[in-house]
């Protein structure tokens, strides 16, 4: 696997990086040698922040855990990523996304599946056009913390979400 490390807030110093490597590096019984793995640490406050994305061909493999302590978010994120490549596994293998980016160990190891991912219920509203101010005050309306609607600027589907700090943020399609 290799690496890419950064640091906001922080300075990476030997000791965390090799804390990084050190426990991501359990990941590597899972991956080839040529996986890339982002590895961002930030500080703000109090908050000790550690994002890990791994991307595999179609799909993006990501966690990130706060606490007080830089090394406890590191335990934490190692563990999340590991149960996630478990309880996926299958759905990444059939769908002839990844298989390339994995281990032929991984890939013909049987894990129990937590979960099956089952949408229970299922909603159809009539996407009018608005501007994505009018979507989030359509939002607070609701009292959703998400909102989907038809950006009347592009014509195109998007979703204006809440934020911490009472913000919002707005998620549209790449051209």
């Known amino acids: 696997m ?9 300075e990476v110093t ?11 590096g359990k990941l590597e019984r899972y991956f080839t040698p040529e996986t890339e793995v ?20 179609g799909s993006i493999i990501r966690s990130e855990q706060v606490s007080n302590d830089m090394y406890v978010s590191i335990d ?20 002839k996304q990844s298989a390339n980016y994995f281990k032929k160990e991984f890939i013909e190891k049987e894990y129990m599946e937590d979960e099956e991912v089952k949408i229970i219920r299922s909603k159809k509203f009539d996407i009018k056009p608005m501007y994505p101010e009018d979507a989030c005050v359509q939002m607070e309306l609701l009292g959703h913390n998400f909102f989907v609607f038809c ?25």
């Open 14 to 24: 030997p000791g965390l990086k090799s804390a990084v490597e050190e426990k991501i």
């Open 76 to 95: 934490l994120v190692e563990e999340i990523i590991e149960r996630q490549l478990k309880k996926y596994k299958n759905k990444l293998i059939d769908q």
């Open 151 to 175: 950006n009347a600027e592009t014509d195109q589907v998007n979703v204006v979400y809440k934020r911490k700090g009472n913000t919002y943020g707005l998620i549209e399609p790449e051209d």
């Open 2 to 10: 290799k690496f890419i490390i950064a640091g906001k807030n922080i």
């Open 38 to 57: 982002h590895v961002t640490l930030s500080v703000e406050k109090e908050r000790q922040k550690i994002e890990v994305t791994i991307p595999v061909k």
